[in-house]
């Protein structure tokens, strides 16, 4: 399974936007970009999910170029409450050529802490 | 909808005793799946059942780990005897079929484990 390297933290204020960048240069054909968010004392949850060019849903959006060794999550005017740890992960996705096998390969993370 | 639920939610044993873990995933998921942290590590996958059979435990550090889920609903996850490497957040988490659509993977909250 492919490896990814994320920043280790990040510092932002209320309301800004704010982007992290994962690198996955081994990212293999069947390959899907997925992204998790965690809160202290909680399990990850599941946050947005791409194979290329841009997804959008509520939450953020995630933006894949076209060689797909990267991606780039953003979250739009964070909040005290968007302080928390992101994980970006690269592997088969659910529904994808292997059918749904949701086996995920965690990395450390990126600690993210929005200021007043 | 009641999510993934996690019991118990904190658990402190001795060295060489037993504990069983309880993960009720979200009601209709064939998909269950068990991962950990251990201090200062990240999060690993230990092992992923499809109703009541069990698909992938690769990620099983030893024979002292033992997962179940009979009848496919619930899941147990026992350690015996418990190790004080044992010691960390378990996550269970649960998917649909991914030909139902929706498969992201659902997090409960964790039990932390303490072997002292």
């Known amino acids: 399974l492919a490896k990814t390297t994320q920043p280790i933290s990040m510092d932002s204020y209320e309301g800004q936007e704010v982007n992290i960048t994962c690198s996955h240069n081994?990212?293999?054909?069947?390959?899907?970009i997925t992204w998790y968010q965690q809160f202290p004392s909680q399990g990850p949850r599941f946050i947005i999910q791409?194979?290329?060019t841009k997804v959008t849903n509520e939450v953020a959006s995630l933006f894949i170029p076209a060689d797909r060794k990267s991606s780039t999550l953003s979250l739009p005017r964070v909040s005290l409450s968007d302080t928390a740890v992101y994980y970006c992960?690269?592997?088969?996705?659910?529904?994808?050529?292997?059918?749904?096998?949701?086996?995920?390969?965690f990395g450390a993370g990126t600690r993210l802490a929005v200021h007043p | 909808e009641a999510g993934v639920t996690q019991f118990p939610s904190h658990s402190v044993i001795e060295k060489g005793q037993t504990v069983t873990l309880r993960c009720d995933p979200i009601s209709g998921h064939d998909n269950l799946y068990w991962y950990r942290r251990v201090m200062g590590k990240e999060i690993k996958f230990l092992l992923h059942f499809v109703k009541e059979s069990k698909q992938d435990e690769s990620g099983m550090p030893n024979n002292r780990f033992l997962a179940e889920r009979t009848g496919g609903t619930y899941s147990t996850l026992k350690v015996q005897p418990a190790e004080l490497e044992d010691s960390g957040v378990y996550f269970c988490?649960?998917?649909?079929?991914?030909?139902?659509?929706?498969?992201?993977?659902?997090f409960g909250q964790g039990t932390r484990l303490t072997v002292v």
């Open positions: 988490a649960s998917s649909q079929d991914w030909r139902q659509g929706n498969t992201e993977a659902f």
């Open positions: 992960l690269v592997g088969e996705g659910p529904g994808g050529f292997s059918g749904g096998y949701n086996k995920l390969i």
């Open positions: 081994n990212i293999a054909t069947n390959d899907y």
């Open positions: 791409g194979y290329k």
